[in-house]
């Protein structure tokens, strides 16, 4: 298991659009791959689930990923948070 805390710094926090580039970085992982923020574990592979978790700028997520990539998923999943979903698509 894998895991990595990461300071959401998008100014709209996590709203469709960062959500959806979320979602679909961490569905190219075969790892089981999470997020626990405010104290409860989202499925970070659903959009649904990413939404509700209404997290805004300053909020602290822990990206937790289990299975053969989860490093990967973990390096991944981290530089996108940092890089404010900026560099997905280019």
Sequence with gaps: MQRVVVILKNETGLHARPASVFVKEAAKYKSDISILTK????????????????????EELMIIAEGEDEKEAVDALKALVEKNFKWIGV
């Design 39 to 58: 104290g409860q574990e989202y499925n970070a592979k659903s959009i649904m689930s990413v939404l509700s978790m209404g997290v805004i700028k300053g």
